[in-house]
DNA sequence: CAGTGAGGTTCGGTATTGCCGAACACGCCT
DNA sequence: AGGCGTGTTCGGCAATACCGAACCTCACTG
């Protein structure tokens, strides 16, 4: 791949940076992260304020994401395939279970949400398209991860969220290849105390594993006394093989 | 204010473009649209691609946005000062009135959604955070043009959604004097066939309004034979006020 | 209340940067 | 085969956008 447009790509840093945590940087700040010369990042930020994809705090002078981005990403959301694809049966999946359901895909080692569908009957949670999952303590990253075609290498050390989490790269393995055997994954209590996720791939046209769907909620509901019921796998499993044989067409 | 980077606005055109319809584009049609040479645009391309704003279609060759944009724009939602203070408030609205509740920011000459809480025991809906409403046919976007600081002229012609639609000037601004004096505002059947909505301002510390929250549902529930009722009005403003006392704080 | 340091902002010279346009390679349809 | 439509590459030119030092304002402090 040949040259890449300097500028572009610091702003796009610098758009990073900013999303990675909730506070306001300044210009000082990002330049001491990024090492370039504050006057060089205040060319690039007032170009992004004009453009709407970063605001100015008025009182502080310092720099956050702007609303524009908020608009673009939806925006995305209309051009994902996968999703527009998906978004029925997602809701029917989460009909049948009776849990919230969740559509996701592979995006520089974390797992993105790309879809949420909440639990029916229950109105207090909030909607977590856009955020990230942890791929080695979430049932969809492991289906994720089973069958990367680039075999991503995971990001260690792995870090613990529970006292069930897979922390060991080794344990990790064998479970992706338990994952890719039966040909749908688990987690309990690996993420959130309380709670347990069962996910399965979608593939497209060419069999290549490009998201995957699952479900999401109570350990007493979806496996008590520790035992994962049978049928709300099943219905997991159909709604993927429902979108894979969609996206065939 | 000063000067701004070439490249980096570019790119901003090119997302811009991009988000602005479901369809893929290709490296010609946005020389076209944007006149420049397409040996410049696809080393913009190039770039955006690397940094997973944009994505290119493998067996088209063409370009639509990327993964990083969605979870861009989540975090913004993070960020946004007025979101995170007001989103309990939208909860306890959606819970009071049983209608789905709604914040929404003026930007760019439409109402763009930052919050959306669904109706109550009522699952299928899709969520509209990010989506943009018209500003003239809005309960949302006549309270924001009502207070709107700068005063921007509304994009004419006001596109008609239905038959009640306000589509001359003179009436919308009549209607927005009516806003203004009464404190809150309402839409009747002028955006969808059947629903109605209502909102009111949120206004920040120093007075100025930065935002609307409001609720949206079916006609016969919020206005039966065509009269609001004015609990469901006492909800909203109820909501408003209190969002107002918090960011006063 | 000066003094200090940190913040964001401005500015102009320099040479680096990334523009441009023509040429290329491929695929499709005529 | 031919023509047109893609997306892509390349090298030379000069416009471009970097950089660093200087500026201004604020807030905190000795």
New binding site residues.
Partial sequence: ??????????AAAILRLLASGPRQ????????ALG???????????TLVRVGFVE?DQA????RLGATLLHLGSSYLDVNELRTRAINWADALAGRSRESAWIGTLHEGHVLVIHHVFRPDDSMQTLQVGTYLPTHASALGKVLLAWDPYGEAVATPLQPHTKKTIVDPGQLETELELVRTRGWAAEMEELTEGEVAIAAPIKDSRGIVVGAIGIRGAVERLAPEGHLHMEFVSYVRDAARAITRDLAR
């Fill in positions: 791949m040949g040259e890449t447009i300097q500028s572009v790509e610091r940087l300044g210009v000082a700040e990002l330049a001491r370039l010369p504050k006057g060089t990042l205040h060319g690039i930020l007032r100015q502080t002078g310092k720099y």
